[in-house]
């Protein structure tokens, strides 16, 4: 992304400034997880109500996780996964 003359910096610029990459890294896996879990939803079909039943967690928990709104916690996220026949998996971190 380009400087915008505007505010004086890139969005990357401004990233690296206000956040560590600790935490740049950790707004990636959540993005990650996140898009998984939307794709795994659409693929089967199924309805933000339809996963409330399925998982036990509220539609508006499930909202919420989807947009980012939220950072819910990991057994959250698990019964919502798990539901779509999904699971985590820890991994290395590739170096590069």
Known sequence: M???PAIGQS??????EVFTKEEIEASKV???IMSELILARNERGIS???LEEMSGVRQPVIARMETGVTSPRLDTVLKVLYSLGKTLQVVDIEQG
């Open 2 to 4: 380009k400087n915008n």
């Open 11 to 16: 969005w990357e610029e401004f990233k690296r």
């Open 30 to 32: 959540r993005v990650a």
């Open 48 to 50: 933000q109500k339809k």
